[in-house]
């Protein structure tokens, strides 16, 4: 099994930047794909960012192309989400999540970390 932590969450003003750390622990993560989705109050969970760990490729919702930025660090295990130019629409519970390559459902999850963005 695969164990995620989040953290890095909090309150930040419109324009602003936050980083986003997702520390993984119980297996290595050379076979897997790692994203960060997001739900707000009311609203269905959605994708926001995923990289493979092996090659490094990456994947954007449209909402946060260009403003977020998805990467990794082997030597710590460590999935990132840069966050910049942060709009009150990006608040939310951002969640990590892994899954096998090749398998479509992400079996593996995090707690969540608050990210809330004032207007």
């Known amino acids: 099994q695969v164990q995620l932590v989040e953290s890095g969450g909090g309150l930040v003003q419109a324009g602003g930047s936050l980083r986003l750390s997702c520390a993984a622990s119980g297996r290595t993560l050379s076979r897997y794909r790692v994203a960060w989705f997001r739900q707000a109050p009311g609203k269905e969970r959605e994708f926001v960012a995923a990289i493979t760990w092996s090659s490094g490729t990456t994947s954007y919702a449209d909402s946060v192309k260009g403003r977020f930025t998805i990467s990794r660090d082997n030597t710590k295990n460590t999935v990132y989400l840069q966050m910049n130019s942060l709009k009150p629409e990006d608040t939310a519970v951002y969640y990590c999540?892994?899954?096998?390559?090749?398998?479509?459902?992400?079996?593996?999850w995090g707690q969540g970390t608050q990210v809330t963005v004032s207007s």
């Open positions: 999540a892994s899954r096998v390559i090749g398998v479509s459902e992400y079996a593996y």
